[in-house]
């Protein structure tokens, strides 16, 4: 997922950014912990609830900030209560094969292409941690640029993610992950 597909679904919307640092989406309302982010709200992610109102963003962006947190299955149901009924929830994390996953010190989570699959309904995971539900508008991968390793990247995760994943993912490492998220209420 690229900034101007972001941008397109967050367009005319209640936008929340959580995790927002130094790179606050343009007209969202931002809450982060960090005293020299652009936060209006400043407020510890680890802790719950948030000082935020129930039912309000349309839009609900999540950019490198999950595999920061402590208990994601908190942070999802905190996020599906800050939520409108079919709000757009939008993901983006280094992948587990990633060398980003690890380079940071302050990553404590590393995720996969079905991590959220937890949450979804109609899953083989499904009803597992929590009874708050999402769907699945869409997921991937991003392999970045370094030809021809990318390209072979690609080729195996087209052919089948999940042997991708299992086989193939730190031989030829994605750079990061997506997810976009509806909200059910």
Not at 31 to 37: E, L, P, Y
Request: one cysteine or more; a positive charge.
């Amino acid at each position: 997922m690229n900034h101007a597909d972001i941008e397109r679904i967050c367009a005319g919307k209640t936008v929340l950014d959580v995790g927002c640092g130094r790179n606050k989406f343009p007209k969202s309302t931002g809450i982060d912990f960090a005293a020299n982010s652009l936060a209006d709200v400043r407020h510890n992610l680890n802790i719950f609830p948030y000082p935020l109102a129930e039912s309000r963003y349309q839009v609900i962006l999540l950019r490198n900030v999950i595999e920061h947190l402590q208990d994601v299955v908190r942070l999802m149901e905190e996020i599906h209560r800050v939520a409108v009924p079919g709000a757009d929830v939008l993901i983006t994390t280094p992948h587990f094969s990633s060398l980003y996953s690890y380079q940071d010190p302050t990553h404590i989570r590393h995720l996969a292409l079905e991590s959220m699959d937890y949450f979804i309904e109609d899953t083989k995971h499904s009803n597992f941690y929590s009874d708050r539900r999402f769907k699945i508008a869409g997921k991937g991968l991003d392999f970045g640029k370094s030809f021809p390793f990318s390209l072979i990247a690609k080729g195996l995760f087209a052919l089948s993610a999940r042997k991708y994943e299992k086989h193939f993912a730190f031989i030829f490492p994605a750079n990061s992950l997506w997810f976009h998220l509806k909200v059910v209420k």
